[in-house]
């Protein structure tokens, strides 16, 4: 007979979820063990064990619940633009802030996507780096729509890459609380879009 979960099963992997990501961001993906991800959760290995079957199995429910979040944010983002008659500026402007909404309360999360794919099978990697390159493509298409004269074939990749140099590293020196704020830099990102890329 199946062994029947608990009903707070889903609260304790997203909790293991939460403090794994801090580990991995703290000590690296590689010198993080079971033993110091049970220590990090307040429990033992055999209780991490019934909840995920290796460090592996974390790493992609990790990465795989915050590209799934973060395709979810693209979406919500266009249906909202949609309801409220934003054109696509307005809505590519939107975009930039949901996302380093998102990226604030994300950190360990964002550290892993950046530095951790690698580590995963090769199955688990190419579901994974799929997913980044749907976020990509997505917002290629929406930099494209909102600056339809200044956007080409020839440079529309460059600048969607410029875009995500300025907010993916974030976490390497935006801190919340800080000086400047998510919200104050993601105007100061959509400032430097719309100025740059408007003709003279």
Not at 82 to 107: K, M, P, V
Not at 128 to 134: E, G, P, S, V
Request: charged fraction near 25%; proline fraction near 2%; include cysteine.
């Amino acid at each position: 007979m199946a062994r029947t979960r608990a009903p707070d099963h889903e609260t304790q992997r997203d909790q293991i979820l939460e403090l794994a990501a801090a580990k991995f961001a703290q000590t690296s993906y590689p010198s993080t063990s079971m033993s110091d991800l049970a220590a990090a959760s307040g429990t033992s290995k055999a209780r991490l064990y019934h909840y995920y079957e290796s460090k592996e199995a974390i790493l992609f429910d990790l990465l795989d619940r915050y590209t799934k979040r973060l395709m979810l944010i693209i979406a919500e983002v266009e249906g909202a633009s949609q309801r409220r008659g934003l054109d696509e500026r307005e809505c590519f402007a939107e975009l930039i802030r949901a996302f380093l909404a998102e990226y604030e309360t994300s950190h360990s999360r964002h550290v892993a996507l950046l530095n951790d794919v690698k580590y995963l099978v090769d199955a688990q990697r190419e579901i994974i780096l799929n997913r980044q390159r749907d976020v990509v493509a997505a917002f290629t298409r929406q930099l494209a729509r909102a600056y339809p004269g200044q956007v080409t074939a020839d440079n529309q990749t460059s600048l969607t890459m410029m875009l995500f140099g300025m907010i993916n590293w974030t976490f390497t020196w935006l801190k919340p609380g800080g000086r400047m704020g998510y919200r104050d830099f993601a105007q100061q990102v959509i400032d430097v879009m719309d100025h740059g890329l408007q003709s003279p």
